[in-house]
């Protein structure tokens, strides 16, 4: 299958596109999946309806303890929020067997009140609720320790 990026332990794992990236800093030197998403594990198909909303990439790190989904968006934060969320709702039923489950967004430029969108406070509270992870949205590029998520 062309869903798996890398699978390795090197030191930093990547996703980019369209001049935004995201930079998974493995300083415990896990093994560590990146999977593509959307256009890989989820291809629109008889099984995914056409227009279903997905992020970009999946990092699994160690032993599928954390993992983190992201998404590398220009200027439509609420869209990406949007594509977060179907991801998580569409595998609810595995993402529920990780013990931490981190929302990236990697945009062009930050919407103001973003915090107050009821598509933020609803992936938060989500997120935070039922995966025990967080979210964050960072403009163009975002290195991040594996101790830090």
Same mark, same amino acid.
Do not use: W
């Given at each position: 299958?062309?869903?798996?990026?890398?699978? @390795?332990?090197?030191?930093?794992?990547?996703? =980019? /596109?369209?001049?935004? &990236?995201?930079?998974? =800093?493995?300083?415990?030197?896990?093994?560590?999946?990146? *999977?593509?998403?959307?256009?890989?594990?989820?291809? =629109? @198909?008889?099984?995914? +309806?056409?227009?279903?909303?997905?992020? @970009?990439?999946?990092?699994?790190?160690?032993?599928?303890? +954390?993992?983190?989904?992201?998404?590398?968006?220009?200027?439509?934060? +609420?869209?990406?929020?949007?594509?977060?969320?179907?991801?998580?709702?569409? *595998?609810? $039923?595995?993402?529920?067997?990780? /013990?931490?489950?981190?929302?990236?967004?990697?945009?062009?430029?930050?919407?103001? $009140?973003?915090?107050?969108? +009821?598509?933020?406070?609803?992936?938060?509270?989500?997120? &935070?609720?039922? *995966? $025990?992870? $967080?979210?964050?949205?960072? /403009?163009?590029?975002?290195?991040?320790? @594996?101790? =830090?998520?």
């Amino acid at each position: 299958m062309n869903c798996i990026e890398s699978s @390795d332990t090197r030191s930093a794992v990547k996703c =980019e /596109e369209n001049k935004k &990236r995201y930079v998974l =800093e493995n300083t415990k030197k896990n093994h560590v999946i990146l *999977y593509k998403m959307d256009g890989g594990i989820i291809a =629109e @198909d008889k099984s995914v +309806p056409l227009n279903t909303s997905k992020c @970009d990439y999946l990092f699994i790190i160690g032993d599928a303890t +954390p993992t983190v989904l992201t998404e590398l968006k220009g200027v439509n934060v +609420p869209k990406a929020l949007s594509q977060l969320k179907g991801t998580l709702l569409l *595998y609810k $039923n595995v993402f529920c067997r990780f /013990e931490h489950v981190y929302a990236r967004a990697i945009v062009t430029s930050s919407t103001p $009140n973003l915090k107050a969108s +009821p598509e933020y406070v609803n992936l938060e509270r989500m997120i &935070r609720k039922d *995966y $025990n992870g $967080n979210i964050k949205i960072v /403009e163009k590029q975002f290195n991040e320790k @594996d101790i =830090e998520l």
